[in-house]
């Protein structure tokens, strides 16, 4: 079965869009804000319903638009994915039709990425689903947070694997939405909650075990965080070298020792660490 998204219809604006201002259409997919640029995304041309749209929102302005096929976006996504145990399939290939959930050491996960990067293929998330193997394998991990979820893959992984209850946390809007749907997918909305939002907002919330796949600046904030110390095991990834080091040297200072560690390409890095100290107690 083909993947639903052929070729995709782009444009950036200049500015932020006001999401309560609706685009009524079915061919709009979703849009993507990156500080002060939009990027709204079509499964059709749709130059007079962004032309409407920059009419009620004046403030944005139209800097190009693109039209590019749905792999050229995403990059490649094989559809039948190994890692470890886990096996990332997308619903549209073929290998999901067959898929035994009640295999033995083996534990499927539908992975639609929509639009937002994140089906298993990067190198980060595939050491984070390692990380959380060495997780399930050295504690009782009933709480996680999983902070930038993106397309949700290491909540579902965490809650088939560790049958934990997870809170899932994006500040982009699409990617929290992808990350609802493949939720709903995997019929695990009894055990995940998606919410949007920053992940300084929820690190003050209980869990056992935070895994943090983010851009480093929002890493070293939330690691300045009493909440952060509070957690027992932690999985960091997203880290290039030299911020990879001040994780390293916070982790340490903060009492919480690496390990396992992974880098990949010589450029990405990921810890797997525990708090050496007892947690400080919750307080409510």
Request: aromatic share 8%.
């Amino acid at each position: 079965m083909p993947s639903p998204y052929a070729e995709l219809y782009i444009y950036q604006l200049e500015g932020r869009l006001d999401a309560h201002v609706a685009i009524e259409t079915a061919a709009f997919l979703g849009h993507w804000q990156e500080e002060d640029s939009a990027f709204l995304f079509f499964s059709a041309p749709m130059t007079a319903v962004v032309e409407d749209l920059l009419r009620r929102q004046p403030h944005l302005r139209l800097i190009e638009s693109t039209c590019m096929a749905y792999d050229q976006w995403q990059g490649a996504i094989s559809g039948d994915e190994r890692i470890g145990r886990f096996h990332v399939i997308t619903p549209w290939d073929a290998a999901a039709e067959s898929v035994d959930p009640d295999a033995p050491d083996v534990i499927p996960i539908l992975m639609d990425p929509g639009l937002v990067f994140g089906a298993g293929t990067h190198p980060t998330t595939r050491d984070c689903l390692k990380a959380l193997e060495l997780a399930a394998a050295g504690g009782s991990v009933r709480t996680v947070m999983d902070l930038g979820t993106g397309t949700g893959i290491l909540a579902l992984a965490a809650a088939k694997r560790l049958g934990a209850r997870v809170l899932a946390i994006d500040l982009n809007f699409l990617a929290a939405r992808t990350a609802a749907r493949n939720v709903r997918l995997n019929r695990l909305g009894d055990r995940i909650l998606v919410a949007q939002g920053r992940a300084e907002d929820v690190i003050g919330g209980s869990a056992d075990l935070v895994a943090a796949n983010l851009h480093a600046e929002v890493m070293l904030r939330i690691m300045d965080t009493p909440g952060f110390r509070r957690k027992r095991w932690f999985i960091l990834s997203g880290l290039m070298r030299s911020d990879a080091k001040e994780v390293r040297r916070r982790l340490s200072v903060s009492g919480i020792g690496i390990r396992e560690e992974w880098t990949r390409d010589g450029v990405w890095h990921t810890y797997y660490a525990e708090n050496l100290a007892p947690p400080e107690p919750w307080t409510s």
